[in-house]
């Protein structure tokens, strides 16, 4: 079965096309594969200096009261993580991962008769092994490597084998009890190809976005200079499906150059291959710079090819939009450059590479050390913080705020940019200490019982 598995991902890798939350037309209706969030940072856990950490969150908007059936991830699909390390705008490192969700069609006597039950779990689960017989579904996964060519299965260090196992989402407390230690027993170390090992962990986590959703996308209904923390996170009381990876620096970058490239991609399968449908790196790229036309093109297209989306970047239309709803100034300059290094290329002196080819995706220094949470700045680079945002992204950086201030210029000198320094914000507030310092990060999932 594992042999069939790595064919199928070597030609997912080499044939790709035969968070963002719900940002494209075509991935509206298969939210399995759907792509929300990507982080990538030097872990900031004590005693974890030298690892990187990657997340790649999908299935967007999860209601923690949404079953019988939950938050399965998609069997038929595949799911990656990318690294590019030499900056040419093509994987140099993919990690697949494939999932195996097994039905256990567990009945109980009715009459006399054994009947298949409707829900997911007959009993309680989660504290004891002899528990997981009340459970239904079980869910496992394989993670598949592609370096240069070169195609293995990473071993679960943990068990010897090849299958990792997915905590099921957190139903609720009667069914599971001490939802945070059953989650974290599925944190795997997973075998590398270079010295040292990695962790692993594929499961639900409270959304860590913070965002003012729906007021952004109805014209920005909101003040975009109010206060920080003036208005709700719409996303507070939804879940998402975590895949993370921690792996040693040494792992991830070539010859010497520190500074990576990465992003997330999903795949379905399209006839004897697969097809990508959805692509993910930095935040709000396919909602708010994408041009509708051609976001499920972005979607099912490569970073080697992103020059088609170029005048995206370098001729905005955020800007306009906000000028003609608030009366802010747009910016004057163009073409953006500023937006090129923000998105493209990486920003000179902290995390562009020495020969770099523009593409839309995720860069990180790893030469720059992490921050503990507790000096973390939540505007990033912007506040003086050179290991947040632009260069990776943390859980508690404040993308939207800092996004949207660079979209209005704050990169930009004063005469090109007039309304550039103003302090720009979605009103939804975060910040390092909302998160937990350790891998994996993000929350636990909120529970579906009992509601609030």
Known sequence: MLALVIAGLVAAAGSALGSSHREAPLITQTPKVDGTDFYLFRSYETGRAGYVTLLANYQPLQAPYGGPN?????????????????????????YFFKFYNRLKKLTVPVNGVDVAVPLSNIGPFGATAAQEANRNVDESYVVVGVEEGRVGAARNLGSGDYLFKKPFDNIGTKSIANYASYADRHIARIGTRCAGEGRVFVGQRKDGFAVNLGEVFDLVNTNPLGPPDGERNLLDDANVTTIALELPIACLTHSGNPIIGAWTSAYTRDGLHYRQVSRLSAPLVNEVVIGLPDKDRFNASLPVNDASFAKYVTNPTLPILLQALFGVQAPTRYPRTDLIAAFLTGVPGLNKPASVRPAEMMRLNTSIAPKAAALQQTLGVLAGDTAGFPNGRRPGDDVVDIELRVAMGVLLPAADAPAGQLPYTDGAAL???????TFPYLNTPLPGSPSN
């Not at 910040?431 to 310092?437: E, M, P, T, Y």
């Open 431 to 437: 910040k390092a200490s909302d998160f937990r310092a």
């Open 70 to 94: 939950y938050f399965l991830m998609d069997p038929e699909a595949l799911y990656a993580i990318h690294i590019d390390n030499d900056g040419d705008a093509v994987a140099d490192i993919s």
